[in-house]
Structure formats: structure tokens, C-alpha cells
Antibody, heavy 127, light 108 residues
């Protein structure tokens, strides 16, 4: 069964740090780009960051650029999100999501929608 | 960034109704659009990708259409399990991937 399982959320003070993890199983993890998507309480979905299958390319939303770092360990089938300088507005459920490429072959990879999501982990930034 | 606007933001309907949700992109995105369903306390679920292709396992009462800037999600005969919030998302231009603000479908 294809599965993503996040961990690492919790309560942290403003200015603090937290590292989220996402353990993947049931698919060839290194073959797919991965993303983090968050949802503030009662709000909609906001894409946060993405990383290519090899880990060589990373992308960030402007709201987290310079504070968050996405990474992956393909030997452990695990995705990470290092969050520094946390703010109250970072309070949200954080989901990891697997990319569903619209084209994948002949050495090319074109990212698409998100077909598998984890259950989410709650991050609360408050004093 | 490409802005995605959904309408309506909320909607009341009855079991058996046919409902349509609209998503508009601030610039053309070809057919690089997905629809997700989210129930309270749960992760989003992919329903449709490439604007009109049904994800495996999704009931055929769901359908999507459109290209360019205007898209629709239609549920042909609402079932009780369809009451949820629906989001569109573009993957034509990134970063950032962008989502619509959501449409909450409630029981009348």
C-alpha cells in the first residue's frame, strides 16, 4: 500500500525551530518529486515547498523562503522540512504529498498533481 | 503567481442533485488543473487531474472540464459522502503551485 506518514509537529515558541519528517512506503520514493502543503486552522491549502526526486532541485513559497529547508534521504525513503524562525502565521497542519507527474520518461520529468497525501502533522507557533 | 478563484465559496444542495463548481485561473494554464476533495480532519484526496481525467477509484459521477482559464467540476448525482470541501489546483507554472480558496458543499 502506498503510504505517507508525517511526524515531528508540536508546539513551538515564535522564533523557534522544528523539523518535520515524512516516511514513505509502497512506491519507488526516489523516482518522484515530493511537496509539503499546509493548511492553517479553518483555511485553505497552501503549497509550501517541493523537491525533485534526486533532491537536486528545491522550490519554496515566498512566505517561507529563507526560513524553511526541504530535503530528502532516498536511502531512508524519508522527506524532511526544517522550519526555522517560526512565526504565528506558520501555525497549520502540514501535509507531505507525492507528485503525480504528467509526463515521466525518456529522461524527462514534468511535475503534476498530488496523488498521495499523508495524514498531516500539526504545528502550533505560540508563546 | 497564478491566482485560482473558485465559485461559489459555499453551496447548499440535496442528495441526488447535480452540482457544478467553477474554477478560474488568472492566466491560461492549458489543462494543467487538478481537483481535490477534503473532508473535515482528513487529508485532501485527488479526484481529477489534467482537467478532466478521473483518478483511479473515483466514482464516475464526478467529472471535470475546461481548458485555458475556465474549469468546472460536476457531481452528477450527489451522494451523502460527497459533502465536503473541494479545491482546484494549477500545476502549469511553479513555483508556486496554487490552489483555489475552496468550495464547501453542505447539505440543504
Amino acid at each position: 500500500e502506498v503510504q505517507l506518514l508525517e511526524s515531528g509537529g508540536g508546539l513551538v515558541q515564535p522564533g523557534g525551530s522544528l523539523r518535520l519528517s515524512c516516511a514513505a512506503s509502497g512506491f519507488t520514493f526516489s523516482s518522484y518529486a515530493m511537496s509539503w502543503v499546509r493548511q492553517a486552522p479553518g483555511k485553505g491549502l497552501e503549497w509550501v515547498s517541493a523537491i525533485s526526486g534526486s533532491g537536486g532541485s528545491t522550490y519554496y513559497a515566498d512566505s517561507v523562503k529563507g526560513r524553511f529547508t526541504i530535503s530528502r534521504d532516498n536511502s531512508k525513503n524519508t522527506l524532511y522540512l526544517q522550519m526555522n524562525s517560526l512565526r504565528a502565521e506558520d501555525t497549520a497542519v502540514y501535509y507531505c504529498a507525492k507528485d503525480f507527474p504528467y509526463y515521466y520518461g525518456s529522461g524527462s520529468y514534468y511535475p503534476g498533481a498530488f496523488d498521495i497525501w499523508g495524514q498531516g502533522t500539526m504545528v502550533t507557533v505560540s508563546s | 503567481a497564478i491566482r485560482m478563484t473558485q465559485s461559489p465559496s459555499s453551496f447548499s444542495a440535496s442528495t441526488g442533485d447535480r452540482v457544478t463548481i467553477t474554477c478560474r485561473a488568472s492566466q491560461g494554464i492549458s489543462s494543467y488543473l487538478a481537483w481535490y476533495q477534503q473532508k473535515p480532519g482528513k487529508a485532501p484526496k485527488l479526484l481529477i487531474y489534467a482537467a478532466s481525467t478521473l483518478q483511479s477509484g473515483v466514482p464516475s459521477r464526478f467529472s471535470g472540464s475546461g481548458s485555458g482559464t475556465d474549469f468546472t467540476l460536476t457531481i452528477s448525482c450527489l451522494q451523502s459522502e460527497d459533502f465536503a470541501t473541494y479545491y482546484c489546483q494549477q500545476y502549469y507554472s511553479y513555483p508556486p503551485y496554487t490552489f483555489g480558496q475552496g468550495t464547501k458543499l453542505e447539505i440543504k
